[in-house]
Nanobody, 115 residues
């Protein structure tokens, strides 16, 4: 059974940092591509960052220079480092795994940026 479990969300002040983790099981981690998405009420999930099985990364313009994705193949875990957080980054953040044409999602973790 595939499981993706996000953690690390919470309340942070503007300008602060958070690191989200996505612990995985039930997948061959090293063969998967991963992405972090955000979703706000009434909107579709939006891709923020992506990392391929080979380690290549992509960042959306909205987070370039502030957010970064990394992976630890030994721990089967993907990370999202978020710096210089803004109130508009407030959302539920989801981890996504892709392999063999299939997508897998975590349950999401809430990030709230507010003073």
């Amino acid at each position: 059974q595939v499981q993706l479990v996000e953690s690390g969300g919470g309340l942070v002040q503007p300008g602060g940092s958070l690191r989200l983790s996505c612990a995985t099981s039930g997948i061959i981690f090293r063969f998967c591509d991963f992405g972090w998405y955000l979703q706000t009420p009434g909107n579709q999930r939006e891709l923020l960052v992506n990392i391929s099985s080979g380690g290549s990364t992509y960042s959306a313009d909205s987070v370039k220079g502030r957010f970064s994705i990394s992976r630890d193949n030994a721990k089967n875990t993907v990370y999202l480092q978020m710096n210089s957080l803004k109130p508009e980054d407030t959302a539920v953040y989801f981890c996504n795994a892709r392999f063999g044409g299939r997508h897998y999602w975590g349950q999401g973790t809430q990030v709230t940026v507010s003073s």
